[in-house]
């Protein structure tokens, strides 16, 4: 689980501060104001974790099938005003690990410049975690050095000690940190599974079809637009594999939950090799090319949070979409109830104030904490994003709550009454 993070000079952010991340983080804010580069941050990172190529130190995608995002070059990253030796962004985050495993808590920074023929590299790479606290600091002409626990001397000097993916280091420099050597190596390893255990659903998610062609097997990821849902399904209905069981259930409940359908059901189309995904509501059965928008495009949201391994960090923007209000309420009741029990934390940037009132309610109600669930509103100051950590007491109420972000209801409410009174004045005058 992702438990803080911290970006410098990145996109609309000149400095966020430390961000803490709960079980379930909320991002609100207005259009356009720095929401999303937080979570591009994070699948920066991921994108760069999987490339294929080691030796790279940030991937600023370009590859259509195996990245999330095309970032453009260094200046698109670089915050705008950013100029001579300051030209550099950071990223940075903290970690906790299952008990189980050697690296239990670890901390990753890196800041990221770009050399004179255009490629961003690593300038300063640090890895912590408990009794080590590594820096790999970019000299000239392209050397590393390794510096342990803030010793007076470097471990190590050379170009073959350049970092791998940001958040590995190669042999050679592997062997020059003698015994410390195999916690670093455990560390990058605790951070590869930390970046690989994000899952992204993006806003615009595809639309149903009416049937599928499915080879039996069961999806690794069900994609940033949901792409793979139906896979994702299908395996649950019909593989039988005890966890994928409970994808199918899970989604159905949870849209019953929500009074958008009776009941969800994996059908095979005769004999074929095509399936379809058949909905229920009312004694009548639609395909689910048939029934609202609304159900097909929170489907992805509902099996993601029902698919993704135990432990996973799931990032979902604008869940809420094309949902009816009491719909998007329910939403807040599926990541707190599915965080505790699948130990899954959901980062979720949301426009929906039904969905943020219902996490009030759940904390005045005792079902969740602000220990559990952290709130932040991002807006623009000028050129620049900021971010208010919104303070909610035991009983959900916030005291620093931005003036009209949902709008002002007690003022439209006078607005209408005003009207009334003044059309019945004029009634009663002509």
């Not at 994070?42 to 190529?53: E, I, N, R």
């Not at 639309?207 to 994702?232: C, F, H, L, Q």
């Not at 495009?297 to 960090?313: D, E, K, N, R, Y």
């Not at 909610?392 to 709008?407: K, L, M, R, T």
Request: include cysteine; charged fraction near 25%.
């Amino acid at each position: 689980m992702l438990t803080e993070i911290h970006l410098k000079n990145f996109k609309a952010w000149r400095d966020t501060g430390a961000v803490r991340l709960a079980p379930v983080t909320m991002l609100l804010g207005t259009n356009s104001s720095g929401k999303s580069s937080l979570i591009q941050s994070l699948l920066l990172l991921k994108q760069t974790a999987l490339s294929p190529d080691r030796s790279i130190h940030l991937n600023l995608g370009g590859d259509e099938v195996n990245d999330l995002f095309n970032f453009g070059d260094f200046d698109n990253v670089l915050s705008a005003g950013v100029e001579g030796a300051a030209r550099r962004f950071e990223l940075a985050f903290t970690f906790r690990r299952p008990p189980a495993e050697r690296v239990k808590e670890g901390e990753f920074s890196c800041s990221y410049g770009q050399t004179s023929n255009g490629a961003v590299v690593a300038q300063e790479l640090m890895l912590g975690t408990d009794g080590l606290d590594l820096r790999v600091l970019r000299r000239e002409k392209g050397a590393f050095s390794l510096v342990v626990n803030n010793e007076s001397q470097p471990r190590g000097k050379g170009r073959d000690y350049a970092p791998e993916r940001s958040i590995a280091l190669p042999p050679p420099a592997i062997v020059a940190l003698g015994s410390d050597g195999s916690l670093v190596q455990d560390l990058s390893l605790a951070i590869r599974r930390e970046l690989e255990g994000l899952r992204y659903l993006g806003p615009l998610r595809r639309k149903p079809e009416r049937d599928y062609v499915w080879n039996k097997t069961s999806p690794g990821d069900i994609g940033s637009d949901g792409s793979k849902t139906m896979d994702a399904l299908l395996a649950s209905a019909f593989l039988r594999d005890a966890e994928q069981v409970k994808v199918l259930q899970g989604v159905a409940s949870w849209l019953k939950r929500m009074k958008v359908a009776d009941h969800v059901e994996a059908r095979q189309v005769g004999r074929s090799t095509r399936y379809e995904l058949v909905v229920s509501r009312d004694g009548v059965d639609a395909n689910i090319r048939d029934v609202g928008i609304g159900i097909s495009q929170v489907l992805p949201v509902l099996t993601l949070a029902h698919f993704a391994p135990v432990g996973s960090t799931i990032i979902l923007e604008e869940p809420e979409i094309h949902l009816h209000p009491l719909a998007q309420a329910v939403l807040a009741e599926l990541f707190v109830e599915t965080s505790r029990k699948r130990k899954v934390q959901f980062i979720v940037e949301t426009h929906s104030e039904h969905l943020f009132r219902r996490m009030q309610t759940l904390i005045a109600q005792q079902k969740t904490t602000s220990d559990e669930c952290a709130m932040y509103f991002v807006e623009r100051a000028q050129k620049q994003a900021r971010l208010r950590a919104l303070q909610v007491d035991e009983f959900g109420a916030v005291s620093n709550w931005p003036e009209h972000f949902f709008g002002d209801s007690v003022g439209e409410a006078r607005a209408q009454a005003q009207a009334r009174a003044q059309r019945m004045r004029g009634a009663a005058n002509g």
